[in-house]
């Protein structure tokens, strides 16, 4: 468990990070009074590594905070609304089976009728969210369910990533910013750009277009519907004949 949740959090929750202060800390190489490179790094470093383990709490209760908010704009989380009889994000035949298994496993557990559906969605939805609330508590095993755990990192990379977007922008342009007062200063002392201002304001423009052409809703929607398809789907390892002995 300890190596699953470490392993989360450094691809989920520090990567992220690592990506919204890159472009500022590239920039700001430039800016460090000495003419070591090696030096100019090791002093960045040393002043970012702090920056990142502090903002990655931030950027995991941001992340939190921007799903509650996705979901009500989607309509209920993808898991959820792949087990509605009214919702088409799953085969009818794929939701079905993984229905009737649900009702299998999940103790005390009957879905909701179409009909009962119809007449109390919030009811419905409060069954099919405890659903889903067991699958997680069953699928921890990072060994057993690898896949699983894998759109796991990938959705929360993203949801973070796409929370943290205003921030990631700004620090895109403050490194450019940053880069191209040393470049100015360089050009006006009749000096040939430096190597780490040439970096700084590549790093920055690059992250710039990435942060305004990439990241948007739609890559995270797309990496929730694929872990919630992925979790639902363990309902066929955790299906009784399927986890039962052979006899």
């Keep these: 468990m300890k190596d699953h949740l470490d392993s989360y959090a450094i691809r989920a929750r520090y990567f992220p990070v690592v990506l919204v202060v890159l472009p500022l800390a590239v920039g700001l190489v430039s800016w460090i009074p000495t003419e070591s490179v090696h030096w100019r790094i090791l002093i ?60 299998k496993i999940v103790p005390g557990v009957s879905l909701p009728s179409p009909r009962s559906e119809r007449a109390k969605p919030e009811d419905a939805d409060a069954i099919y969210a405890s659903c889903t609330d067991y699958l997680r508590e069953r699928t921890r095993d990072k060994a057993r369910f690898r896949l699983l755990f894998e759109e796991n990192v990938s959705y929360g990379f993203r949801r973070n990533l796409w929370a943290m977007k205003p921030a990631g922008i700004a620090l895109s342009i403050g490194g450019l910013v940053a880069a191209g007062w040393v470049l100015k200063q360089e050009t006006d002392a009749g000096q040939s750009p430096s190597a780490t201002v040439i970096a700084g304001i590549a790093v920055a423009a690059v992250m710039l277009t990435w942060w305004l052409l990439r990241i948007r809703e739609s890559w995270v929607e797309a990496g929730a519907n694929a872990y919630a398809e992925r979790l639902l789907s363990a309902c066929d390892e955790l299906h009784p004949e399927q986890s039962s002995p052979a006899k």
Aim: hydrophobic share 40%; no cysteine.
């Design 44 to 103: 960045s470093l040393a002043v970012s590594a702090p920056a990142v383990v502090l903002l990655s709490h931030f950027g995991r209760d941001l992340g939190t905070k921007q799903q509650a908010k996705l979901f009500a704009k989607w309509g209920g989380s993808p898991a959820v609304r792949m087990l509605r009889h009214r919702d088409a994000l799953l085969n009818e035949a794929t939701r079905d089976r993984y229905r009737t298994t649900l009702e």
